[in-house]
């Protein structure tokens, strides 16, 4: 892939940049704030921007305003913010749209998830960081509450971008379980079948906005 990284941290900025290096990416862009990363992206087009959330010139969240901006201009571009701490104001504009991950910095040590997770985002899919989606359903109400705690966990694995194959193979069911625990979970929520939309994606926003 070819990644444009947007980081002010030089030392967290070149360390990613050699990890994706060795894995085998292009990073085509570096930018240490904002309107650097805007620049970057219009200028490369790349298939991937790995976004810090907080960056200069404010060093508030910056890095997610920025993200948005290049997302109106680049829609099929592949965005995953990354965030020493949770914040998901801006997180739930881009995350109905597809092609979104939202991962801590310490995920990035897991190597190896980290880099599924960008190819997955890259691919059009999400990935939301475990602790991110579990403080979005913290709080949660009903229709929630309806959920079985198993229904909860799955829809958990479902906010994180993983498929009914991924979900399954990390809570030890069969794929038939989990796409029976999925239905369950999209009729509890009131979510008819329909072509315009995405089922999976709008159980996911169901929790995000439920609070």
């Known amino acids: 892939m070819r990644i444009v990284i947007g980081e002010d941290s030089a030392l967290f900025r070149e360390g990613l940049a050699r990890l994706l290096a060795d894995a085998g990416h292009e990073i085509v862009g570096r930018a240490a ?3 650097a990363l805007v620049a970057a992206v219009s200028e490369t087009r790349p298939d991937l921007a790995v976004i810090d959330i907080r960056m ?15 997302r109106e201009e ?6 995953v913010l990354l965030s020493q701490h949770i914040e998901t ?9 597809g092609g979104f991950g939202y991962l801590l910095k310490d995920r990035v040590f897991d190597v190896d998830d980290f880099l599924e997770a960008l190819r997955r985002v890259a691919a059009g899919g999400s990935a939301l960081d475990p602790e991110v989606v579990a403080r979005m359903l913290g709080a ?22 993983r498929t009914n194959l991924g979900i399954a193979r990390r809570l030890w069911l069969t794929e ?16 008819a079948t329909g072509e315009e939309h995405n089922r999976r994606v709008l159980a996911v926003l169901a929790y995000l906005t439920s609070t």
Do not use: W
């Open 56 to 70: 200069p010139p404010d060093l508030t969240d910056d890095g997610a305003r920025a993200a948005r901006r290049v």
């Open 140 to 161: 949660r109400r009903d229709p929630l509450a309806t959920l079985t705690p198993r229904e909860a966990e799955v829809l958990s694995l479902m906010a994180e971008g």
């Open 89 to 97: 104001r801006n997180a739930m504009e881009l995350v109905a749209q």
């Open 74 to 79: 680049f829609p099929d571009l592949g965005i």
């Open 33 to 35: 704030d904002a309107p």
């Open 176 to 191: 038939r379980t989990v796409e029976t625990h999925v239905g369950s979970i999209l009729g509890k929520l009131g979510l």
